[in-house]
């Protein structure tokens, strides 16, 4: 069966600092891989989306960014944070090849930003 | 983009209550899917309706497609406490940046009261 992981489970990092989410789908193979950001008690934002090694599209422009070195690992990162970033951060996969598929989400990392 | 609408935005019922959440879309869907997200936790797929007019039932969660399939509703009977937490339906569309991705309502937060 597939299985998502996602580290760090929560984090506080200062203003200006770097930012290193990382995510690994198992069990499945090119999977799409998504980050979401989820500002608290409001709905999911979609900052990136990654159909392939390499192959990444952004949403929302911002101070993130994001790379796929491996078919099933997928990082977002930034060289420095801003308040704004402060967040549950969801990774998350479906299967390739079309639209409409159920998304599959990881248990989440919330960042705090101080 | 094409969004989706979901109201109301929080619901607080008393335990035993029933609650219902809708979803409109201003375009035809191919689908709508549902997920539920637990306080503290992530989004977890809860069912895909492909149907005009279709209806499904969990246990106590009702799922209905429009016959136009632009809106979509969840309906839970008799609420429990274990049903606490956001709902959100997601459909696929055009995402303010262009790509054709799963695009999701805001939810609704539900609040039972023992």
């Known amino acids: 069966s597939q299985t998502i992981h996602q580290w760090p489970a929560t984090l506080v990092q200062p203003v200006g600092s770097p930012l290193s989410l990382e995510c690994t789908v198992e069990?499945?193979?090119?999977?799409?891989l998504y980050w979401y950001r989820q500002a608290a008690g409001r709905g999911l934002q979609l900052l990136f989306y990654?159909?392939?090694?390499?192959?990444i599209s952004s949403e929302v422009p911002q101070n993130l960014s994001a790379s796929r070195p491996q078919d099933r690992q997928f990082i977002l990162s930034s060289k420095k944070l801003l308040l704004s970033d402060s967040g549950f951060y969801l990774c998350?996969?479906?299967?390739?090849?079309?639209?409409?598929?159920?998304?599959?989400f990881g248990e989440g990392s919330w960042l705090t930003v101080v | 983009g094409q969004q989706v609408m979901q109201i109301p935005q929080y619901q607080h019922v008393q335990e035993g209550e029933d609650f219902t959440t809708y979803c409109n879309s201003s375009?035809?869907?191919?689908?709508i899917q549902w997920y539920k997200q637990r306080p503290g936790g992530h989004p977890v797929f809860l069912i895909q309706?492909?149907?005009?007019?279709e209806v499904k039932k969990q246990k106590r969660l009702t799922f209905q497609f429009g016959e136009a399939k632009k809106n979509s509703s969840l309906h839970i009977t008799a609420t429990q406490t274990t049903d606490v937490g956001t709902y959100f339906c997601?459909?696929?569309?055009?995402?303010?940046?262009?790509?054709?991705?799963?695009?999701f309502g805001k939810g609704t937060k539900l609040s039972v009261i023992p």
């Open positions: 998350a996969w479906s299967v390739s090849g079309g639209i409409g598929h159920t998304i599959y």
């Open positions: 069990g499945t193979s090119n999977p799409n």
């Open positions: 990654s159909v392939g090694i390499g192959q």
């Open positions: 375009t035809t869907l191919s689908n």
């Open positions: 309706l492909v149907k005009s007019g």
């Open positions: 997601a459909g696929p569309g055009y995402s303010g940046a262009g790509s054709y991705q799963l695009t």
